[in-house]
């Protein structure tokens, strides 16, 4: 069993930045395959960005690609999302997942093992 807690989020202008953090309790974290997925208000929840159990490939959906980056902290069983050039249509409440299923990067929510409480970020225009 994981537990996920997400940290970081806020109000940020349109072209700053956010750090996002995730922070695992229990054995193994190192190897699931973590994610970030979001959820905007009256959309269904999509997929953000994920890496490998060894941080060595990453996987970014296009909207956020070249912006954000995801990275993790094995040592401190912690994931990260750096967020910059945020738009107002980043605006949504992020959550971080994990896989149990290391052998490839997955996209879709429906992979994932564990969820975290998600952590609202929004972005003025």
């Known amino acids: 069993q994981v537990q996920l807690v997400e940290s970081g989020g806020g109000l940020v202008q349109a072209g700053g930045s956010l750090r996002l953090s995730c922070a695992a309790s229990g054995r193994f974290f190192s190897v699931y395959v973590m994610g970030w997925f979001r959820q905007a208000p009256g959309k269904e929840r999509e997929f953000v960005a994920a890496?490998?159990?060894?941080?060595?490939?990453?996987y970014y959906a296009d909207s956020v690609k070249g912006r954000f980056t995801i990275s993790r902290d094995n040592n401190k069983n912690t994931v990260y999302l750096q967020m910059n050039s945020l738009k107002p249509e980043d605006t949504a409440v992020y959550y971080c997942?994990?896989?149990?299923?290391?052998?490839?990067?997955?996209?879709?929510?429906?992979?994932?093992?564990?969820w975290g409480q998600g952590t609202q970020v929004t972005v003025s225009s």
């Open positions: 997942a994990a896989d149990r299923d290391i052998r490839t990067i997955a996209t879709s929510e429906s992979r994932y093992d564990y």
């Open positions: 890496i490998s159990w060894s941080g060595g490939s990453t």
